[in-house]
Structures are given as structure tokens and as C-alpha cells.
């Protein structure tokens, strides 16, 4: 058992797919109100970070606790107890698509509370509020925008008010005002309902503006985690590449090489 | 060397398909344990295991939008083998044998089973191709980050609707063929409808219906678990969920069947009269 001072633990987890190692030795924490961006190259592994920590996959080697529970060793019904307390905003958004907005949003509180119809609504429309979609409540997802589904998917991850909020590339698809939008919220939600959040993106602005930490993923391992304001000033070369979006450096070496020939 | 190698590569194919035939029956049987398993915790805990809403959306779809079908299917059925029987029974003066005959081998044999072959196809299919679909789009994913159960969530309201809807729907089945057959009884070999009926009374016994009735409720059962097991188990996109749903019929209605002759093979061991 780990100290239950820590919100989220990784604890030298690997996990690979088939021969494909992913993750090598992972270790982090995460405090309550923290909110940490993990940043890495496309298929790095930072999507399958948040399915870990969901219990959704089982790491081939090493522990994942989430508040003092070894999330990979819990039995099916108290991980699904346990995934009660932490909202999930996917990065292509998964909502339901034979339901509309309110049923999307509504879906937990119906499924794992006992509220009345009329707490279900008023919760649903303070959500979609929150998200500006009030006004999109009875569409189906397939008649909205990308960027709408991820706005509705966040307000279905927040209604069960979660400690743990994952969320896989939050600003990816929306305008730029949106996804101040949405960081803003982030921050609010952690400084006024001290919820913790854990954050997988490309976007840096978006990254910096919401990060209280942050963790460089690359080859399977952490290389560097600081604050926003020190990774920046960092001496490590791919982290250095990694936020110039430069095509010199070590990230795309050997392949930059193959497409220079071509 | 080929055909010294030969027999050993026989035996590694059999070995291989045997296994995987094994593992595909390992999960279809723990899916159901799971399902049922979800169901009965989310009970103990003085909750509902799904939303009557879903489960009636489910009968209606399953059961009462497949009475067309199945009634259409069975009453052209019950005219031929009456017309084609009739004739042969006719040569031999014992075309009274027709009523019991449509009956019997309706209530115990073609009824559920022609009704699991149009399940398998229409809702099976169906069934696979839904669930898969958000298993593809991580649909089924969001679901269990929920904290949903998404085998009580989305297989039990489907499971439980058709296996209580193909004993409704074989009954259906039964009494469509049955009266074709009297049409034909009628129009052709002069047996008028209270005759018939007296006949069919005669022939039938509560055990055929019960039979009949068994054996619907264990292939609502089949079909339902190997479309959801096969849904819930798509891999590759849309490709994969094409895939998932050709095999999806084919494996139900091949079970079906399978489990049709294996019901048969024990009861007449047991009750052999």
C-alpha cells in the first residue's frame, strides 16, 4: 500500500502491446489539485497512461495506485466503484451515439445513482452549462462538431463530480477560444472543486496554460517532469526539440534522414 | 521432406483449430457466467440490472418486429410440407396423417428451429454489428471508465430479451404452419377445420410442446450471447465489425442446429418413446 497522500502513483509500470514495448519503467505521482500535462510524440504511450489508471488495461509489470488503491489488482466490482470517482474525456470524445446530448450527460447519474429525473436534469443542464452546450441538448453526437462532442463529453465526465479528471488531447479540434474555454474550466474546476487532473496533449499552449507540472514521455520513459516555467529552460535535448517543433534534434532522427533521401 | 513433414502439419492444424474452437466456447460460456454474474450484483446491491426502457426497446425489436418474418417464413413452410406430405400420403389413402404431422414436427423440431436460423440472421446480425460498432469507437470503453458495467449495461436487456422472446416467437412459427397446413388439408384432401383441429388435438402431446418450448428458450439464449460476445470482441475497425457479423450468423446459426441435434441425441436416449 502506498501513502493515500498521493492522488494518482505509478510505480515502474511497463506495459507492452504484442512484441511493441510502450511503456518502460513509468514512475510518477500526482498530488490532490495537482494537474499534470504528460506531452509525448503520436504513440508514445500517454493515451494508454489514463487506460492504466482506469484499470482499463492491466500493466505487464509494475503498480498503478489511485488514492492508496492498487488500481490493477482490484476486483471488477470495486475498480468499477472506483472509476466512479474519476471522469474520463476521450480524444475522439466516445459519446453514445444512439443517444442524444441529455442522455449522454445523464447516462452515470442514471446508471449509478438514485437521483429523481428532475435532480438528473437540473445536474445535466448545470454540466452543459458549465461546457456551453445547454442549447444542444437534444441533438444526436453525429450532428455535432467535433469540438462540441468533446465540450459535451467533458460535461459527461464532470457530473458525477470526480476527484480524477483524465483527459486525452482536451483541446485538440476546437477554436482557439474554445479551448481557453475548456483550459479555464480545467483550472477552476481544480482551484474551486479541487479536483486533480491529468492531462495527455500536443497542444503547448494549451499545456502551459493548464500545467502545475509537467512530464516529458518518450521511448517508454519519463525523461523530465518540473514545472511549466523550468521545463521550458530545460537542457535535455528532446524535451528542447520537442517544444520548438524543430526538425533538428534527436526525436526524429534516422526517420528525418529517410525522408530527406526520398 | 514435404511428406515426411506432412502428418505432423495435420496434426498441428487440427491442434490449432481445435484450440481456438475451445477457446471460442470457453468465451462464449464465461460471457454468459458474466453477464448473469453483473446482474445479480448490481441486484444484491437493491438495484434494477438494466432500465425497462432498454430491455422493451430490445423485445420489440427482437421479438414483436420479427412476427412478420417468422409467421411469413413458417406459414409457407406448413403449405409445402402439407401439399408435398399429402400427396405421398394420399397414394397410401392416410392423408388424416397430415394435421399431426405439420404439428409435431413444427411444435418440436422446425418451429424454434427455423426461428433460431431467422434470429440468428435478422437480430443476431444486427445485435453484432451495433455493439461492435461502439466497440470500434470506444464507445463500449466510455462506458466501463463510467463505471458501467457494460455486460449488464448493454448485454443483459439484449440477452434476456430474446431468450424470452423465441419461445413466443416459435409459438408464432407453430401456429402459422399449422393453420397453412390446414388450408391446404382443406382445399385439397377435404379435411374440414374441426376435423383438423380434432386430429392435431390426437396427435399432439404436451411433451412435443414443451420440448419445443426448451429448446426455443436455450437458442435465444445461444444467439443472443455469440452476436453480444461477438460484437464485444471486434477488432479492426469497420472491416473488423463486417467480419465480426458474418461470423456472428454463421456461428449462431451452426450452433443452433448443433445444439438442436445434441438436444435431440439426449432426449429420445432418455425418452426414447
Known sequence: MTTPRHMVELRDVCMQFEEKKVLDGVSFTVEPQERLVIMGQSGSGKSTILRLILGILRPASGSIFFKGLEVNRLPRRKLQRVRQHMGMVYQYSALLSSRNVRDNVALPLEELTDKSRAEIDKIVDEKLELVGMKDSKDLLPDELSGGMRKRVALARALVLEPELLLLDEPSAGLDPVIASVIDELIISL???????????????DSAFRIATRMAMLYQGKIIEEA???????SKNPVVAQFLSGSTEGPILEGSLDAITKK | MANAQSPVLVAQGIGHLSRSFLREVGGVFWFIVNTFEEMFERMQRGRVPFHAASFFRHTQR???DSVPLAGLVSFFLGLTMALLTGYQLQRFGTERLIPGLVAIAFTRELGPLLTGIMLAARIGAAFTAELGTMQVSEEVEAIEAMGIGPLRFLVAPRMLALFLLMPCLSTVSNIAA?????????????????????????????????TGILKSFLFGLLIAAIACYRGLTVKGGAAGVGTATTSSVV???TTVIGFDTLYNVVYTTFYPT
Open chain 2, 62 to 64: 427482437a421479438g414483436v
Open chain 2, 251 to 253: 456461428t449462431a446459426i
Open chain 2, 178 to 210: 399449422v393453420f397453412a397446413s390446414s388450408l391446404i388439408c382443406k382445399a385439397y384432401f377435404s379435411i374440414a377445420f374441426p376435423y383438423f383441429l380434432d386430429l392435431v388435438k390426437d396427435s399432439l402431446l404436451i411433451r412435443d410442446i414443451i
Open chain 1, 227 to 233: 514545472e511549466p516555467e523550468k521545463l521550458k529552460q
Open chain 1, 190 to 204: 481544480s482551484e474551486k472543486s479541487k479536483v486533480t487532473s491529468i492531462t495527455v496533449t500536443h497542444e503547448m
